[in-house]
């Protein structure tokens, strides 16, 4: 960072808290409301300091600019939250587990399509393998396939990797852990690397949400949680009937349990909180 940079060289006026939040809305949907200046600000500032650029208005005009594309993704990273678990939010998984696959198998299905749209670092996907794996390991031949996408190229790097610290895997239980996990030793930390009869199950590929999708499906269950959380009502309407058509009859859709399709126009069969079937 340039010594010289002082806090008004930092400071963020309303017309460029606009400029940035309407270029990010119009990339990935994320609707940056005016509570979340001080967000803005500071991730700028970071952002500020860690490249050559004098204040926040040259920053800007770079990272909105067509050569500032890379800088402008990473501003997006800084921005958006990543925020994921092995098993989170466990009753859905529960779900699939009792309810939902048994149904599916004994109607003698044998290929499963499963999307997690919005994957961030590899958790939910690799949770989806292991449940799947634990539900459909009796049926031999069953064709399981789980496509995990995500908007930020270097979230999925990591999902990819599949590298895990040893606190982020206490969710798994021991066997679990060793069926799934081999452990191993980087730079003097514990970590738990995903065994290839996880990895196998699963593609890992770079999405926007809001763009168009090079697939039609039909998926049986499509996982979008904790991401439509940052879009506004229009958005998220347009979203969920967007995976309404992806999903094949009797299909499944769960999103996060913090967010609602109280308000959207949808044609849904409600099953629990979060929890969606399409008819
Ligand atoms: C909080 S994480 C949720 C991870 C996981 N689904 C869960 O519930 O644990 C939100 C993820 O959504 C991704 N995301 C945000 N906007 C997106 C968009 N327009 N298209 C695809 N992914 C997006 C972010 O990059 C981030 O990795």
Partial sequence: MSPFITESDLSLTEEQFIQVSNAIYNHCGINLHDGKKTLVRARLAKRLRQSDFSNVSE???FALSAEGNKEFHSLVDSISTNLTSFFREKVHFDYLKNNFLP??????KNSIRVWSAGCSSGEEPYTLAITLLETCGDYSGCDIKILATDVS????DRARHGTYEKKKVAPLNPQQRQQYLVPNVI???KVYQVKNNLRNLIRFNYLNLME???FR???DVIFCRNVMIYFDKPTQEKLINRFYDCLAPGGLLCIGHSESLTGINHKYRYVLPATYLKP
């Fill in 59 to 61: 920053y800007i005009d």
């Fill in 103 to 108: 149904q599916l198998l004994s109607s003698g």
């Fill in 153 to 156: 190229r270097e979230i999925l």
């Fill in 187 to 189: 730079e003097g930390h």
């Fill in 212 to 214: 168009q999708w090079p």
């Fill in 217 to 219: 499906g039909p998926f």
